[in-house]
């Protein structure tokens, strides 16, 4: 691996290659890990709005817990909090964006898990930025805070689908998530699946950053742009592939449970690992991006309870016009 590593810091033309590579090996897996998240939502009645937010969330969220732990382990703050922020920004502005306009047909939402998550999300977001903004530091005890938050609403979730106020009649089942497969196969397949987003995933980020530094690149323009976006990557590919086979309650809560834990999880765990410092002007920048296309971002899906085209398009131009509003903040 280091030596991989060493020849794409070294070699820009490798790097490009490996990047393709890489983009091509998540495809596949992100293809394979959606029709066995559908499956086992199937096989054990669970709505697929709940397996994006929880199980599909924590594989897809995975890069950016690694690449953030290890940004804050070796003292560097803006890479380990901007990769979290910038990859919700992501998620909300590209991914969903992208889904809503592949989608076959508009992306319909479960209001109650939509409203509650919705309302969390809003939550914490404003307790990280509150706890951040006072004396510009994520520290650790604030990052158990996050996490225990992060814990509760999972176990909220799971008494709210347990008390049957999560049906969902309005989604068919594909007859192809039919299949029978034997329940250990299936697992077994998600997990590789996901182990192959995880694992293309570090390979992107190492290759896109050494092309971002053969060009000099600032490193602040890498944290909240060109790493974000690598770490986001399984998100991206996942929420699309999900989009694109009608599946489009995994695509929303993909999202929505990432956008949760990479505040909560990501930046909670980061800021345990290490206090996060952070200067005035990446304060100033990071969060109201973030207020405005996560704000942005509910407000579509709760209208109507629906992603379509038009607001797909929507979400891709604030992300466009955030990476534009990025280059004149900072250069």
């Not at 490193?219 to 009608?246: W, Y």
Request: hydrophobic share 60%; charged share 15%.
């Amino acid at each position: 691996m280091q030596y991989v590593e060493s020849l794409i810091a070294h070699n820009i033309l490798f790097a490009w290659v490996i990047l393709a590579v890489a983009f091509y090996i998540m495809a596949k897996c992100a293809d394979l890990f959606v029709d066995n998240a559908v499956i086992i939502a199937n096989k054990f009645n669970i709505p697929r709005l709940v397996i994006g937010i929880v199980l599909v969330s924590f594989a897809t969220t995975a890069p950016e817990l690694s690449v953030s732990l290890m940004a804050a382990i070796r003292g560097n703050p803006e890479m380990a909090l901007g990769n979290a922020i910038g990859s919700v920004i992501a998620d909300d502005g590209l991914a969903l964006g992208l889904a809503g306009i592949v989608s076959l047909s508009p992306i319909i939402v479960l209001p109650i898990v939509l409203k509650t998550s919705g309302i969390f999300l809003i939550s914490i977001e404003i307790i990280a930025f509150l706890f951040v903004v006072f004396d510009k530091t994520l520290s650790r005890w604030e990052g158990v805070v996050l996490v225990l938050l992060f814990a509760g609403y999972v176990v909220f979730l799971y008494k709210l689908y347990k008390s049957g106020k999560m049906k969902e009649d309005s989604l068919d089942i594909d007859v192809k998530d039919k299949v029978t497969k034997p329940l250990g196969t299936i697992f077994a397949l998600f997990f590789l699946a996901a182990a192959g987003i995880i694992f293309s995933a570090e390979f992107v980020v190492t290759s896109a950053t050494a092309i971002a530094h053969a060009f000099h690149i600032p490193e602040a323009v890498i944290a909240l742009t060109l790493v974000a976006l690598g770490t986001s990557i399984p998100e991206i590919v996942t929420c699309v592939t999900a989009a694109r086979k009608n599946e489009g309650a995994i695509a929303v809560g993909n999202i929505i449970g990432a956008d949760i834990l990479n505040i909560c999880w990501v930046a909670g765990a980061s800021a345990i690992a290490n206090d996060l410092t952070l200067g005035q002007k990446e304060i100033a920048f990071m969060y109201p991006s973030m207020f405005i296309i996560v704000g942005a971002m509910l407000l579509m899906l709760w209208h109507k309870y629906r992603l379509t085209k038009t607001k797909g398009w929507i979400l891709l131009g604030l992300y466009a016009a955030y990476l534009g509003s990025f280059f004149v903040f900072y250069i």
